[in-house]
């Protein structure tokens, strides 16, 4: 009986002081949460992309807005070029677009996530790091970041 109370008091004790530190990493990684206003050197798209920690604890981001909600022939804008046909209906304005990241406290980085790229239907590694409060960077890349570019989104809200 002592035995068993030693080894519950043991358990709770190492939850007690494990939990200030799982709350810790959440809050530095919540940082990254909120809508940023994106603008692609590589293409005439605007876009406002929101970021969110899921209910897993991972970080994923949906458009939220573009600035041209139309094609030129006047027909809603469409994710046309996604390589799943059945998500080609998805409205530009909620187009999921980065997905799985975690929060590496080490590094202050979000890792080991994808971004996916409307324009040209493809996915990408992807990691995510601030350079100042308000700018956020993002490292798309095939196989090593060294193979990628980056972008930077500026959090507006």
């Known amino acids: 009986m002592k035995k068993r109370i030693f080894y519950i008091s043991l358990i709770i004790s190492v939850l007690i002081t494990a939990l200030p530190k799982l709350d810790a990493q959440t809050t530095a990684?919540?940082?990254?949460?909120?809508?940023?206003?994106?603008?692609?050197d590589q293409s005439p798209e605007e876009a406002k992309i929101r970021i969110y920690r899921t209910t897993s604890g991972h970080y994923a981001g949906k458009t939220?807005?573009?600035?041209?909600?139309?094609?030129?022939?006047?027909?809603?804008?469409?994710?046309i070029k996604n390589p799943d046909p059945a998500?080609?209906?998805?409205?530009?304005?909620q187009i999921p677009m980065l997905f799985h990241f975690k929060y590496d406290a080490s590094k202050k980085e979000w890792v080991d996530g994808e971004i996916y790229d409307?324009?040209?239907g493809k996915y990408y590694k992807c990691k995510m790091?601030?350079?100042?409060?308000?700018?956020?960077?993002?490292?798309?890349?095939?196989?090593i970041p060294a193979f990628g570019r980056t972008m930077k989104w500026k959090k507006v809200g």
């Not at 990684?29 to 692609?40: A, L, P, R, S, W």
């Not at 998500?87 to 304005?93: E, G, M, Q, S, W």
């Not at 350079?131 to 490292?139: A, I, V, Y």
């Open 118 to 120: 409307p324009v040209h």
């Open 29 to 40: 990684g919540d940082k990254i949460v909120g809508t940023y206003y994106v603008k692609d």
């Open 129 to 143: 790091w601030f350079s100042d409060d308000k700018t956020l960077n993002l490292r798309g890349y095939i196989g």
């Open 87 to 93: 998500k080609r209906n998805t409205p530009a304005d």
């Open 64 to 79: 939220v807005w573009v600035k041209n909600p139309k094609f030129s022939d006047g027909t809603p804008k469409r994710d």
